[in-house]
């Protein structure tokens, strides 16, 4: 969920198990304003659910289109 949210790649390191359901909220940070009162998701993540995001570099999944035709009539 928190991938399709911020729009990146999010590997899981936790070693938490199961589903859990929480109630995260933050101003996304494209729309929030400049103060400092407002809080974006890497911060609300770590002060609300005690989790942290670091930007690192890793593995991707990357599909690869060598050719594509347009299909014959039937």
Do not use: C, H, Y
Request: proline share 5%.
């Amino acid at each position: 969920m928190l991938a399709k949210t911020l729009g990146r790649s999010v590997i899981d390191k936790t070693g938490l198990t199961g589903t859990w359901d929480v109630t995260l909220k933050w101003t996304p940070d494209e729309l929030a304003p400049d103060t400092n009162n407002d809080t974006g998701s890497f911060t609300a993540l770590q002060e609300q659910l005690g989790l942290r995001l670091e930007s690192q570099k890793g593995p991707v999944s990357v599909l690869v289109i060598d050719s594509a035709e347009r299909a014959s009539p039937n």
